[in-house]
């Protein structure tokens, strides 16, 4: 049973930083892609970005954080991690983390619901 866990989350003021993590157990973490998601009040969950399986992985980001975030992850830890900078109170927002059920997948693979996803981590950026 794979099972994700967010932490990091919190209060920044804007145009702050902050570095939120996911830890992922229960299978080969390596092999699989790894996505953010946020979901902002009352509205629906929406991409952020995906790094692909690998060592480093390659990323694709959602054009509203181009620039500003990035992913990286640490196969050696079974962790993926959302550095985010200049941060809007537009980014306020759940942030949670998925992991694909198809090992060696292409970047533009699409994350569903029967994917598996984390709880999620609140971050909330003031003005």
């Known amino acids: 049973q794979v099972q994700l866990v967010e932490s990091g989350g919190g209060l920044v003021q804007a145009g702050g930083s902050l570095r939120i993590s996911c830890t992922a157990s229960?299978?080969?973490?390596?092999?699989?892609?790894m996505g953010w998601f946020r979901q902002r009040p009352g509205k629906e969950r929406e991409f952020v970005g995906v790094?692909?399986?690998?060592?480093?992985?390659?990323?694709n980001y959602a054009d509203s954080v181009k620039g500003r975030f990035t992913i990286s992850r640490d196969n050696a830890k079974n962790a993926v991690y959302l550095q985010m900078t200049n941060l809007k109170p537009e980014d306020t927002a759940l942030y949670s983390c998925?992991?694909?059920?198809?090992?060696?997948?292409?970047?533009?693979?699409?994350?569903?619901?029967?994917?598996?996803w984390g709880p999620g981590t609140q971050v909330t950026v003031s003005s």
């Open positions: 998925a992991a694909g059920r198809e090992e060696y997948s292409r970047l533009t693979y699409s994350f569903t619901n029967d994917d598996y």
């Open positions: 229960g299978r080969t973490f390596s092999r699989y892609n």
């Open positions: 790094i692909t399986w690998g060592v480093l992985g390659r990323t």
